[in-house]
């Protein structure tokens, strides 16, 4: 701290206590002698106001919290570094897309939108991916969600938004959620909002993990090369691990068994040195582009498919080390979308332009001071000067006498000046128009997108919109909203809409009248897909193994291995969290006690479990819903044979399908991890679903 702030040590020595502890000092840097009691007069009488480190201490702890931020408030946070891959030059002069192989430090922070702090990870909700890239010429922020359009078109919207989509005002709840009725109204009544809601109704919004997902910087952005000429982008960020979601019911029971299940997820794959990586892809196009396009590039509820403007990849995004204090760096980090660098510009994209003002404001109001910029996970990496001085918590003022430009006191002592050259310039534009409030017509055509991403999906995943839509609209208690949302679907898909209105139990509305005419043949794009994207991978995720005594050591071992080599990990579940005697007798500790343990916490499941244990759990309700629960969520599920009679149990001996498999020849772990890749057992799902 003291070396950050330049100030001068005085020389004392560091102090110690006499086993060798730091000693422990106020503020001031006076040792403390006792931290147990208060000064007080007398043993058992009235405190005494002199105690200067029972008040500076009290006075420090009431004022620990801040505001949390208005939205976006849950969020989790790792540094690492972005690696370009492919020169830019010819579309942008930014050093960091220019310099291939250069490693710029990064920020990242992953959120939920509308829970506050203490919410659980696994609500239903959009997430944000904000980047902050250190580069050389500055901070440059790519404040990102995980889906690639917003609910609205016009940043004037976005406090009617956000109020509708948190809790009810009254009454202060529903928390994280979107599942009530103002959200539904606010909706409903906003036709725009239908492609995001498409997008927010799909796995998308319950993802398995911050790893899994994509990213996207929403906007059209532009990047400008050397000789100032402009290209239109959007940015993309594609992780390496592949695209993976929870279901539903999984979400539901996970917020219940670890509502930190995300954050735990990056820290520990982090610590355990499996870092994440994204790819940075650029959609890149032109004016003439722009105008042809059945949208306008400047509509934020609006993607360009990928079969229309290909990716282009250029670097790779990689989080390689946790923060070392979660308040210092995850909750006073500051993403502000005004934040670019020489290479980069905005558009006129109404929703960003709206963005750049509410970010460096609502700073003003978390952190307390214009001075949050002096913050280390704020400040840039690269020099900076100017004359902005003074504020609370000021701690990079400027140095002598000259805190003003022009003037003359020269180069030594006259403090920094513009720069023509390196300086940051806004492309020229022309610009010509009355000063209005209108939309353009060209942001009407509200549905178009909307099926289209409908239609990309696979089966599955049409049945999950369903599901969720008829989810939600259930927990509206006002008829017509239920309704009047069911109107749009009809402009969405005409099978959309009868399975919603059948799974509400209502008679199908009227068509909503639609603003355009919507372009009905728009072709599906495979890349809107989860599932027809799978990874086809089990690195980065985790076999539950249930144990008990007696499991066969042989097999524990093989299941292990097998996993390792497919990149995975294993943790143990047993009765006891100190473990099981395994068959060759020796203990093996557990990570989790089962009712601690949840299969929800696992990619897939194996049931090493002994005649004696099986007995032992027979009435067993957690291990009963540990094996329904894999089942019912689609899980691949090993088992050995004297694990049938708690299947029985689990009500799923009947239904033992291919993603089962036997655990019982040496070669049977081999085979069954093998089948792992595939995640899940989608087939199934129609199975477990009465709706199906
Ligand atoms: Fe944000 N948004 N937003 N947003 N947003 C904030 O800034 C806002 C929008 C996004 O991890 C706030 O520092 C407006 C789109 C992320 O710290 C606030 C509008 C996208 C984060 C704000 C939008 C985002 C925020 C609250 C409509 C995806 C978290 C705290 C014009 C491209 C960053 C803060 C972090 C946070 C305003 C819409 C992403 C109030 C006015 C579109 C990832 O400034």
Do not use: C, E, M
């Given at each position: 701290m003291t070396d950050d702030l330049n100030l001068d040590k005085g020389g004392a020595p560091r102090q110690t206590t006499e086993q060798g502890y730091e000693t422990l000092t106020t503020q001031q840097g006076v040792a403390v002698s006792d931290d147990q009691n208060h000064l007080k007069a007398g043993e058992r009488g009235p405190m005494l106001m002199e105690d200067f480190h029972f008040r500076e201490k009290m006075f420090h702890f009431d004022h620990e919290r801040i505001p949390e931020r208005v939205v976006h408030a849950r969020g989790y946070g790792a540094h690492g570094y972005f690696e370009l891959t492919d020169d830019c030059s010819d579309v942008s002069m930014a050093h960091i897309l220019t310099n291939v192989g250069e490693k710029t430090p990064a920020f990242v922070r992953f959120s939920t939108v509308a829970g506050n702090k203490g919410s659980p990870d696994l609500a239903r909700d959009v997430r944000g991916f904000a980047v902050k890239l250190y580069t050389q010429e500055g901070n440059w922020d790519i404040?990102?969600?995980?889906?690639?359009?917003?609910?609205?078109?016009?940043?004037?919207k976005f406090p009617d938004l956000i109020h509708s989509a948190k809790q009810e005002p009254d009454r202060?709840?529903?928390?994280?959620?979107?599942?009530?009725d103002n959200f539904w109204d606010f909706v409903s009544l906003s036709p725009e909002s239908m492609n995001m809601i498409m997008w927010i109704m799909s796995d998308r919004t319950i993802p398995r993990s911050f790893r899994f997902m994509e990213g996207f910087g929403v906007h059209t952005f532009k990047l400008v090369n050397s000789e100032g000429k402009p290209t239109f982008v959007k940015f993309h960020w594609k992780p390496k691990q592949g695209l993976q979601s929870v279901v539903w019911n999984e979400a539901l029971k996970l917020n219940g068994a670890d509502p930190d299940f995300h954050r735990r997820d990056l820290w520990d794959s982090i610590q355990s040195g499996d870092y994440p990586e994204w790819e940075l892809g650029l959609q890149l196009f032109d004016e003439e582009f722009a105008e042809k396009f059945d949208f306008d590039v400047l509509d934020a509820t609006k993607i360009i498919p990928e079969e229309l403007v290909p990716i282009r990849k250029v670097g790779r995004l990689v989080l390689d080390r946790v923060v070392d204090n979660f308040f210092a760096e995850t909750e006073q980090v500051a993403f502000c979308t005004q934040n670019i660098v020489p290479g980069v510009d905005f558009t006129n994209d109404p929703l960003l332009q709206g963005r750049n003002f509410s970010y460096l404001d609502t700073q003003l109001k978390r952190l307390g001071s214009p001075n949050f910029t002096h913050i280390p996970v704020n400040a840039p990496k690269c020099p900076f000067r100017n004359f902005q001085q003074d504020g609370h918590m000021a701690m990079h003022n400027p140095k002598g006498r000259a805190n003003y430009e022009p003037n003359s006191w020269g180069t030594e002592d006259g403090g920094p000046r513009e720069d023509p050259k390196r300086g940051f310039k806004s492309v020229p534009e022309e610009i010509e128009g009355q000063k209005l409030r209108v939309r353009p017509e060209?942001?009407?055509?509200?549905?178009s997108q909307a099926r289209q991403f409908y239609i990309s999906q696979a089966e599955i995943e049409q049945k999950h919109i369903g599901d969720a839509l008829t989810f939600e609209l259930s927990k509206v208690e006002t008829p017509a909203i239920r309704e009047r949302m069911v109107s749009h679907l009809r402009n969405i898909d005409e099978d959309l809409a009868k399975t919603v209105a059948n799974g509400l139990g209502i008679d199908l509305p009227k068509a909503a009248p639609p603003a355009r005419k919507p372009i009905t043949d728009l072709p599906a794009s495979d890349p809107l897909s989860i599932v027809k994207n799978a990874p086809n991978s089990f690195k980065g995720r985790k076999l539950g193994i249930f144990v008990t005594d007696g499991a066969d050591a042989g097999q524990l071992d093989a299941l292990k291995k097998a996993v390792e080599a497919a990149g995975g990990m294993t943790e143990l579940v047993a009765p006891?969290?100190?473990?099981v005697k395994l068959s060759d007798g020796k203990m093996m500790p557990a990570k989790q006690k089962i009712d601690g343990g949840p299969?929800?916490?696992?990619d897939a499941v194996a049931l090493l479990i002994s005649e004696a244990g099986a007995d032992k759990l027979k009435k067993d309700a957690p291990t009963r819903d540990f094996i329904a629960d894999a089942f019912a969520h689609l899980k691949f599920i090993g088992y050995t044979p004297a694990a049938m009679p708690l299947m029985e149990k689990a009500g799923i001996a009947d239904s033992l399908d291919q993603g089962c498999v036997k655990l019982d020849g040496a070669s049977d772990a081999k085979n069954f991890v093998d089948l792992l890749?595939?995640?899940?057992?989608?087939?199934?799902e129609m199975k477990v679903d009465v709706d199906a």
């Open positions: 404040v990102g969600n995980n889906i690639p359009v917003f609910f609205i078109q016009d940043a004037i202060g709840f529903p928390q994280a959620q979107t599942a009530h060209r942001f009407a055509d509200h549905y006891k969290v100190g473990g299969s929800v916490l696992y890749p595939r995640l899940r057992v989608w087939d199934r």
